[in-house]
């Protein structure tokens, strides 16, 4: 058998405890009642194989630049405003740096399937 099974078995049988990681441990949690004041370095764009990334960050509303509150009102509105294009079934919105006051940001998106050809026979 295979030696990360047998470990798994010896660690059951022991009582010992076995705990996966999830992404989500990695993730920051942010103080809601201490918002910062931010400039806007950089937006990028992941997942998105159809839609243009710079329309994406213009319907988010993000503009290099411009200051925004981390958290605040800017990121749901955001979000919100990508929901209803109806064009995604996941959007997220990341801190990916901070340096100083300038925060770079990226939206991850998921499209929704589409259909990319057909065919009739008769």
Same mark, same amino acid.
């Given at each position: 058998m295979n030696k990360g099974i047998l470990l798994l078995i010896a660690l059951t049988l022991a009582g010992g405890? /076995?705990?996966?990681?999830?992404?989500?441990?990695? =993730?920051?949690?942010?103080?809601?009642?201490?918002?910062?004041?931010y400039e806007i370095g950089g937006v990028t764009v992941t #997942?998105?194989?159809?839609?243009?990334?710079?329309?994406? /960050?213009?319907?988010?509303?993000f503009k290099v630049g411009e200051k925004i509150r981390i958290p605040g009102?800017?990121?749901?509105?955001? /979000?919100?405003?990508?929901w209803k294009l109806r064009l995604f079934t996941d959007v997220q919105i990341y801190k990916t740096k901070v340096e100083d006051d300038v925060v770079f940001l990226e939206i991850a998106v998921l499209e929704r399937p589409? =259909?990319? #050809?057909h065919s009739y026979k008769m």
């Open positions: 405890t /076995v705990f996966a990681q999830t992404p989500f441990d990695t =993730l920051a949690i942010l103080d809601y009642s201490q918002p910062q004041e #997942g998105a194989n159809f839609s243009d990334d710079n329309a994406i /960050v213009s319907i988010a509303g009102a800017d990121i749901p509105r955001a /979000v919100k405003a990508l589409r =259909l990319s #050809g």
